[in-house]
């Protein structure tokens, strides 16, 4: 039989510099691949950010094609008229909240030479009369009933801010920055596509109880002259001796029940030749707030050329405005066009008037209560002539503000004379960049240091 041998089992184990040593090799071996890991799931972690970020910044884009600047600027300032640029379910609310309270323009700050973004100053952040909200406002939407009655202001230069706040893609919340720029695209602009070149008076939100508007009936002048005649029968009357004055006259007296504003417009009709010397007037009321009590919001005066007013030397057609109270006010004095397209090429070219405002006040003035916006200087021909040869701007007007006239330019720079053109002015077209940022960068005034990622585009359709 075979007999079995003790053996000697090792129960040592392993020694201490052994496990150090197997310890070490592990290490050197683990952590590449753990830091590995690590960078690829804080890269995959950033990437999917990037990814929800362009999705956001698409979904805008997207959504502004369908809009112009006003459009836009209505939605981001008035949002509950309806919202169509991003999708609101992608912006939770509590209960009762208002999505105003995350969309909203935003006006360019400069502090220590950083850009910053604050939002706009709107009417419903102002206290006082209409006049007082519209002069603090700094939002391309003025409207005194939540955006149901609104006036778009635009911005003067066509750069524009909106902002959203809180859109949460699966758990991430984030803010956005959309910068419009249209003003590439008006008369000042680089680039040779002038689309948002031409401006008019808007007269789509013209309210009666608000605004002083005049229109003039274009036969009004063939009338008065048809009138005269029938006071001197036999007499051969010469339209190219009639001479006309229109006075708006603007009074603002205060009252037990508060201010009492009137405009009144008075058309003044002299004839004068060598047999015949008459004069005709026509007067009408067009604003009286003292039942209504709301605020003077504008002038509006319509107005057809005495085109045979062709002589600088002795000018036969004159506006003049009397704003003797003091009434800050804007006053549109608009051209309208009564002759026929073969004709009115010249007398555009001809035409020549003299505006006068009268404010009672002492010499040395720089800043009128009245400010004047027209189309005069404008040939209104060049809204026809396809061929670009017509010169747009034209030496029509005569300005006078109290005695001072000799320096147009001066007069000007008083009245604060802006020129309003042929068609209106929407801003349809404009180049964007749309800015992702991390959630809390709108409350910073979105700093570049919070920026996710920008993408840019044109809106040319």
Same mark, same amino acid.
């Given at each position: 039989?075979?007999?079995?041998?003790?053996?000697?089992?090792?129960?040592?184990?392993?020694?201490?510099?052994?496990?150090?040593?197997?310890?070490?090799?592990?290490?050197?071996?683990?952590?590449?691949?753990?830091?590995?890991?690590?960078?690829?799931?804080?890269?995959?972690?950033?990437?999917?950010?990037?990814?929800?970020?362009?999705?956001?910044?698409?979904?805008?884009?997207?959504?502004?094609?369908?809009?112009?600047?006003?459009?836009?600027?209505?939605? !981001?300032?008035?949002?509950?008229?309806?919202? +169509?640029?991003?999708? &609101?379910?992608?912006?939770? /609310?509590?209960? *009762?909240? @208002?999505?105003?309270?995350?969309?909203?323009?935003?006006?360019?700050?400069?502090?220590?030479?950083?850009?910053?973004?604050?939002?706009?100053?709107?009417?419903?952040?102002?206290?006082?009369?209409?006049?007082?909200?519209?002069?603090?406002?700094?939002?391309?939407?003025?409207?005194?009933?939540?955006?149901?009655?609104?006036?778009?202001?635009?911005?003067?230069?066509?750069?524009?801010?909106?902002?959203?706040?809180?859109?949460?893609?699966?758990?991430?919340?984030?803010?956005?920055?959309?910068?419009?720029?249209?003003?590439?695209?008006?008369?000042?602009?680089?680039?040779?596509?002038?689309?948002?070149?031409?401006?008019?008076?808007?007269?789509?939100?013209?309210?009666?109880?608000?605004?002083?508007? !005049?229109?003039?009936?274009?036969?009004?002048? +063939?009338?008065?002259? &048809?009138?005269?005649?029938? /006071?001197?029968? *036999?007499? @051969?009357?010469?339209?190219?001796?009639?001479?006309?004055?229109?006075?708006?006259?603007?009074?603002?007296?205060?009252?037990?029940?508060?201010?009492?504003?009137?405009?009144?417009?008075?058309?003044?009709?002299?004839?004068?030749?060598?047999?015949?010397?008459?004069?005709?007037?026509?007067?009408?009321?067009?604003?009286?707030?003292?039942?209504?009590?709301?605020?003077?919001?504008?002038?509006?005066?319509?107005?057809?050329?005495?085109?045979?007013?062709?002589?600088?030397?002795?000018?036969?057609?004159?506006?003049?405005?009397?704003?003797?109270?003091?009434?800050?006010?804007?006053?549109?004095?608009?051209?309208?066009?009564?002759?026929?397209?073969?004709?009115?090429?010249?007398?555009?070219?001809?035409?020549?008037?003299?505006?006068?405002?009268?404010?009672?006040?002492?010499?040395?003035?720089?800043?009128?209560?009245?400010?004047?916006?027209?189309?005069?200087?404008?040939?209104?021909?060049?809204?026809?002539?396809?061929?670009?040869?017509?010169?747009?701007?034209?030496?029509?007007?005569?300005?006078?503000?109290?005695?001072?006239?000799?320096?147009?330019?001066?007069?000007?720079?008083?009245?604060?004379?802006?020129?309003?053109?042929?068609?209106?002015?929407?801003?349809?077209?404009?180049?964007?960049?749309?800015?992702?940022?991390?959630?809390?960068?709108?409350?910073?005034?979105?700093?570049?240091?919070?920026?996710?990622?920008?993408?840019?585009?044109?809106?040319?359709?």
């Amino acid at each position: 039989m075979k007999q079995i041998k003790d053996r000697k089992i090792n129960n040592q184990g392993f020694s201490l510099v052994e496990v150090l040593v197997a310890v070490v090799i592990l290490a050197i071996i683990v952590v590449p691949f753990l830091n590995a890991f690590m960078v690829s799931t804080k890269t995959n972690a950033k990437s999917k950010n990037i990814l929800k970020a362009t999705t956001i910044a698409q979904n805008i884009l997207e959504g502004l094609k369908a809009a112009d600047i006003e459009d836009i600027s209505l939605e !981001f300032n008035y949002p509950n008229t309806g919202f +169509t640029i991003f999708d &609101e379910s992608y912006i939770p /609310l509590s209960v *009762g909240e @208002s999505l105003k309270n995350h969309v909203r323009e935003y006006e360019k700050t400069i502090t220590g030479g950083n850009i910053f973004y604050q939002p706009a100053v709107s009417s419903e952040s102002i206290d006082g009369s209409e006049t007082v909200k519209r002069a603090g406002t700094t939002t391309s939407i003025f409207s005194m009933d939540n955006g149901q009655n609104y006036e778009f202001l635009g911005q003067s230069d066509g750069g524009y801010s909106f902002g959203l706040e809180g859109i949460e893609v699966e758990n991430t919340q984030y803010d956005a920055l959309i910068l419009a720029d249209a003003g590439d695209y008006r008369e000042t602009g680089s680039s040779s596509k002038k689309y948002n070149n031409q401006e008019i008076v808007n007269i789509a939100n013209l309210d009666a109880q608000k605004d002083a508007f !005049f229109i003039q009936d274009t036969n009004l002048d +063939t009338t008065v002259l &048809e009138d005269m005649k029938t /006071l001197e029968p *036999g007499h @051969s009357f010469d339209e190219k001796n009639l001479s006309r004055k229109i006075q708006i006259n603007i009074s603002n007296v205060a009252s037990l029940n508060g201010q009492i504003t009137k405009v009144i417009t008075t058309y003044t009709y002299s004839y004068l030749d060598s047999a015949v010397n008459k004069t005709y007037e026509v007067t009408n009321t067009i604003f009286d707030n003292s039942e209504s009590g709301e605020d003077l919001r504008g002038i509006y005066l319509f107005y057809t050329p005495l085109y045979h007013s062709d002589s600088a030397a002795s000018i036969q057609d004159e506006i003049e405005i009397n704003n003797m109270d003091h009434l800050p006010v804007t006053v549109y004095v608009v051209k309208q066009e009564t002759k026929d397209l073969t004709e009115l090429e010249n007398a555009e070219i001809n035409y020549k008037m003299k505006l006068t405002v009268k404010e009672d006040t002492m010499i040395g003035v720089t800043d009128a209560y009245t400010d004047i916006r027209t189309n005069l200087d404008y040939n209104l021909y060049a809204a026809y002539d396809t061929t670009g040869v017509t010169e747009p701007k034209v030496e029509q007007g005569y300005y006078t503000y109290n005695t001072t006239s000799a320096n147009q330019s001066e007069v000007k720079s008083i009245l604060n004379i802006q020129q309003i053109t042929g068609t209106q002015i929407t801003d349809n077209f404009y180049d964007v960049e749309i800015r992702i940022y991390e959630k809390g960068a709108a409350a910073l005034g979105f700093s570049d240091t919070d920026k996710i990622l920008s993408i840019t585009g044109s809106i040319t359709d």
